[in-house]
């Protein structure tokens, strides 16, 4: 839809707005001293666009194996398992496999043609990894984003079940595959759903650890367990990021939980972007810290989800007022942001916080 919207911001040439409540982005430009304006619906390529780009969320991050998976398993559906299967066989290494794994998580109408597979194909190991991933995902769709107690009992009902189905398939594939992480970081995420307990979340965080040391996804999984949010607290969270982070080698991921357990404590105070909660001279230094032994380590690789991490920097050292540092992240992010940290801010459109932080802090 093109028309000469009268609510564009003025005294620009181009440029870009949202309408949150739509999820919505808008371009506008002059011609002619006419302001016209384009809208699209986020994650839309733009026809019309400024010189650079507006940025989306690349569910791939990247990668091109897993574009090509999900590309195949939403077109192809059950036809498009043998290529899919074809770069989870390739996997390398248990944390790759992960990442692999999970991100086919949101593939609209995958739980559907998985279990067809599953039935066709009762000795392939990874098909029913991929359908209890899947059931895992779908569990948390039926339960919602919002607060537990705006959760419907049919929700309810329906979060409870697909767990229990995600956990008892994700139990086979560790015993068929003692030597596999994978099952166990999917039953981190299953057991807090399931309210498992402390001493069997620890557990399966463990066993994930054991078959793939220094498991990033696995260490913001039990992140989560540890906070306020999950029956934890401030304290435990940060002592367990901590600890994380000085027990890993320099230029690793694990210095990412610092800033996001700080983001956790300052989305349990209120997630006010206005709030000084981060800008304590403590939580400065250790934010800086952080930064130093993981994304600016020589060593830190940008792997995989790597973009996770530098987003997270971005808004903590945002939050903290060190937009110098906050400016250093969006730059070595470039157009990469992702749904976590930013939906801590807008839940619908991810792009729309990181794009004003962004601007915010001069990037």
Request: hydrophobic content about 40%; proline content about 5%; glycine content about 10%.
């Amino acid at each position: 839809m093109i028309s000469s919207r009268s609510g564009a911001p003025r005294g620009r040439s181009s440029g870009w707005s949202t309408d949150e409540g739509a999820g919505t982005v808008w371009v506008w430009w002059t011609r002619g001293g006419i302001r016209r304006t384009a809208r699209h619906p986020e994650g839309a390529r733009f026809l019309l666009r400024r010189k650079n780009r507006v940025p989306v969320i690349d569910r791939a991050y990247g990668d091109p194996r897993l574009a090509a998976m999900r590309t195949a398993a939403l077109h192809g559906g059950a036809a498009g398992w043998p290529e899919v299967r074809g770069h989870l066989a390739a996997a390398e290494g248990q944390e790759d496999l992960t990442f692999l794994v999970g991100g086919l998580h949101d593939v609209v109408g995958m739980e559907r043609w998985i279990g067809e597979v599953v039935a066709a194909r009762p000795d392939d190991t990874l098909a029913l990894l991929v359908s209890a991933a899947r059931q895992v995902t779908w569990a948390w769709q039926a339960r919602g984003s919002g607060r537990a107690d705006s959760v419907t009992e049919d929700g309810w009902t329906l979060f409870r079940e697909r767990l229990v189905v995600a956990e008892e398939q994700l139990l086979d594939v560790a015993e068929r595959e003692p030597s596999w992480a994978t099952p166990w970081y999917f039953l981190q995420i299953a057991g807090r759903g399931l309210q498992v307990g402390p001493d069997v979340a620890l557990r399966r965080f463990e066993a994930t650890c054991r078959r793939a040391p220094g498991h990033a996804a696995a260490h913001r999984q039990y992140l989560q367990q540890l906070s306020k949010k999950w029956g934890g607290s401030h304290e435990r969270m940060h002592a367990f990021a901590r600890e994380s982070m000085l027990g890993a080698p320099e230029g690793s991921r694990l210095g990412e939980l610092v800033a996001e357990a700080y983001l956790e404590e300052w989305l349990d105070a209120g997630g006010d972007p206005d709030s000084a909660r981060l800008r304590d001279p403590r939580v400065v230094r250790a934010l800086h810290e952080a930064g130093a032994r993981s994304v600016h380590h020589p060593a830190f690789e940008r792997s995989r989800d790597w973009a996770i991490a530098v987003n997270s920097f971005a808004l903590a050292f945002g939050l903290a007022g060190e937009d110098a540092a906050a400016r250093t992240m969006f730059r070595m992010v470039a157009k990469q942001p992702t749904e976590s940290p930013w939906n801590y801010l807008n839940g619908r459109s991810p792009v729309v916080p990181f794009l004003a932080w962004r601007n915010r802090v001069g990037a």
